[in-house]
């Protein structure tokens, strides 16, 4: 199964230039179906090694002027609806425009994943219009000549991981609801094929055999869904359940899998490690969890790194906290341990929890609504840059052969996780502990602990 590419963005920036060359030749087999697509072009598309359907907001030019807004904000919003990648384009000759600002506020809220396209980027009269992209607040845009083909590599290049998640997502969506076991222990999925409408925060429980997770994701479920025991391999795969907790609708990801195959002792560890990879592949919140009586492990501390540089919220759970004697001393030497060992993740939450008894389970269901949000969070342009001033203030950057460095404008370029863009005089030169600074700085002052942020220096020329 492919996936559904849509082409936004206002009348006369390239969209129909750019489906024509996706599209080729193949037009031939562009579904007009009445009323499902009646304004919406629809193609089989190439490129490269990649076959995908692509949709183009075509038809927007017939509109008269007043019911322009409206008529496009619906056209968006269906193709938004039937894709799974929106590839948004504005003009980079022109510069972002108020409607620009418009589509991008649309697909802010309403896609997963937009890829940013500045169209009619040959030639440099586009590199000012370029930069002003950067502010629209959906990542890097790719530059791009739908007229010349210049570009396509790195639309190529964004699309292409896009594609292989939503294959392994189409195979991972469909719920599992019920678990047989067989004679030799092994479980068997059943599969429902409803869809999920609205879309469920998407949780990972990751943690070493015997941590707890099973236990802790059938507490939650308060039925006894996933099977748990002392001993190893249980349940094969690993398996997502969507629910409800406590009126946030989730969907857990466990990777009970890994005792199964980790039969292999001496494999154990790579193992855990590369199915908690997958697992944190689709989460948005990671909950780490800890045995507490053995925390921060070798295998606790990989994935947990894991999940930051992938980009993921991090909620640290320590479990099994019914049976801890020195609850006090134990959690004051697990905050030390957290701060020592796991820097790259200073602020983030760390939640004692029984997932046996229950208790803290309410903490940590807030914690992970919490990080969710925070990883979400957008700040203003005008805010970051007064922000900036005062940092600037506080502590000048360096001046390498007496020249100072000179940061001059920033802007969030994108949210799950936060990251920023700088303008930059000298970015090569700005030392790592200066960005350092302004991150650390960031999450104080925008209170966005336990999410990755990200900062990217950027030369302005
Ligand atoms: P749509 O309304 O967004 O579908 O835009 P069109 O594809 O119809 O293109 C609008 C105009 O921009 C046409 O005159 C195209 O030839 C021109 N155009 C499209 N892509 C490029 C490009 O990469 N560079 C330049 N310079 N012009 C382009
Ligand atoms: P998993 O391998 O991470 O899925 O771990 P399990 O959920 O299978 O739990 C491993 C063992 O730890 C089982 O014997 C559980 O009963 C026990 N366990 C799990 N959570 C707790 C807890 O909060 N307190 C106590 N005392 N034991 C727990």
Redesign the pocket.
Same mark, same amino acid.
Request: net charge negative.
């Given at each position: 199964m492919s996936f559904t590419l849509a082409?936004v963005?206002?009348?006369?920036?390239?969209?129909?230039?750019?489906?024509?060359r996706l599209v080729g030749k193949r037009l031939a087999l562009v579904d007009d179906q009445p009323g499902v697509t009646r304004d919406l072009r629809e193609g089989a598309a190439r490129l490269g090694d990649l076959r995908f359907t692509v949709i183009?907001t075509?038809g927007?030019?017939d509109a008269t002027d007043d019911s322009l807004e409206g008529r496009m904000r619906r056209l968006t919003e269906r193709a938004v609806e039937m894709a799974d990648v929106c590839l948004f384009?504005i003009?980079a000759?022109t510069g972002v425009t108020p409607v620009d600002e418009i589509f991008a506020e649309i697909l802010r809220k309403r896609s997963d994943h937009v890829i940013l396209a500045a169209?009619? /980027? &040959?030639g440099s009269a586009a590199d000012a219009g370029v930069i002003e992209a950067w502010g629209l607040g959906l990542g890097e845009p790719i530059r791009?000549? /739908? &007229?010349?083909g210049?570009g396509l590599n790195d639309l190529y290049a964004q699309l292409q991981p896009l594609a292989d998640a939503y294959e392994e997502r189409a195979e991972a969506d469909a719920p599992v609801t019920d678990i047989e076991v067989n004679e030799e222990g092994e479980t068997p999925a059943q599969y429902d094929h409803t869809p999920t409408k609205a879309r469920p925060l998407q949780v990972a429980v990751v943690g070493r055999p015997n941590a707890g997770k099973s236990t802790l994701i059938n507490t939650i479920l308060g039925e006894e869904r996933l099977l748990t025991g002392p001993e190893a391999g249980i349940t094969r795969d690993a398996i997502s359940l969507a629910l409800d907790w406590d009126g946030l609708p989730v969907r857990i990801f466990d990777t009970a899998g890994m005792r199964k195959k980790a039969r292999v002792q001496d494999k154990l560890e790579k193992l855990s490690v590369s199915d908690g990879l997958r697992a944190v592949k689709f989460a948005e919140v990671v909950v780490v969890l800890l045995d507490a009586a053995i925390p921060f492990e070798q295998q606790d501390l990989r994935i947990a790194d894991l999940a930051e540089r992938e980009g993921r919220a991090v909620v640290v759970a320590v479990n099994k906290w019914d049976v801890e004697p020195e609850k006090q001393q134990k959690l004051r030497e697990l905050r030390e341990a957290f701060e020592r060992l796991l820097p790259q993740l200073r602020g983030a939450p760390l939640v004692t929890v029984s997932a046996k008894t229950g208790k803290g389970l309410d903490r940590l269901r807030a914690a992970v609504e919490k990080a969710h949000e925070v990883w979400n969070r957008r700040i203003t342009t005008a805010q970051l840059n007064r922000w900036l001033v005062g940092m600037l203030e506080q502590h000048p950057p360096p001046a390498p052969g007496g020249r100072r460095i000179k940061l001059r404008y920033m802007t969030q370029a994108k949210t799950r996780p936060p990251g920023f863009v700088v303008m930059c005089s000298h970015p090569d030169k700005l030392p790592e502990s200066y960005s350092r600074y302004l991150i650390n700085g960031l999450r104080d002052d925008f209170d966005m602990s336990g999410t990755p942020v990200r900062l990217y220096m950027r030369s302005q020329s």
């Open positions: 082409i963005g206002r009348p006369n920036v390239g969209k129909s230039t750019l489906f024509n183009d075509a927007l030019e384009v003009d000759r169209n009619k /980027a &040959e791009l000549s /739908a &007229e010349h210049e």
